[in-house]
């Protein structure tokens, strides 16, 4: 199973973006998606994930207002929106896939529950 990140860029303070993660490979037992950033310095945290079904999602509260994940079950990706983009955003985004089942979305944010990563798309904003 691999994972595959894309969409990130240089953009302006306000801007959008739209990332994407590509599952390849056989995604059996993958039960949430998430997608998490490091900025530099800083350590790996939490962004939004959601049920390899598509039907539950979890953000973090710095941006449960601005971004929005999805699931596209045609082209087997997990989508971020990324909008009203500030400086505070700029980080390189992972995407990585939990095989635990049926835990409680507060329980999504952490690290240690996902057992598959991507290397990462770099996502910078300027003031």
């Known amino acids: 199973v691999q994972l595959v990140e894309s969409g990130g860029g240089l953009v302006q303070a306000g801007d959008s973006l739209r990332l994407s993660c590509a599952v390849t490979?056989?995604?059996?037992?993958?039960?949430?998606v998430g997608w998490f950033r490091q900025a530099a310095g800083a350590e790996r945290e939490f962004v939004a994930a959601?049920?390899?079904?598509?039907?539950?999602?979890h953000y973090a509260d710095s941006v449960k207002s601005r971004f929005g994940i999805s699931r596209d079950n045609a082209s087997n990706t997990v989508d971020l929106q990324l909008n009203s983009l500030k400086p505070e955003d700029a980080a390189i985004y992972y995407c990585a896939a939990a095989t635990t089942g049926r835990l409680p979305a507060s329980m999504w944010s952490r690290r240690l529950l996902y057992t598959f990563w991507g290397r990462g798309t770099q996502v910078t904003v300027s003031s």
């Open positions: 490979g056989r995604a059996f037992g993958f039960y949430v």
């Open positions: 959601i049920t390899w079904d598509g039907t539950k999602d």
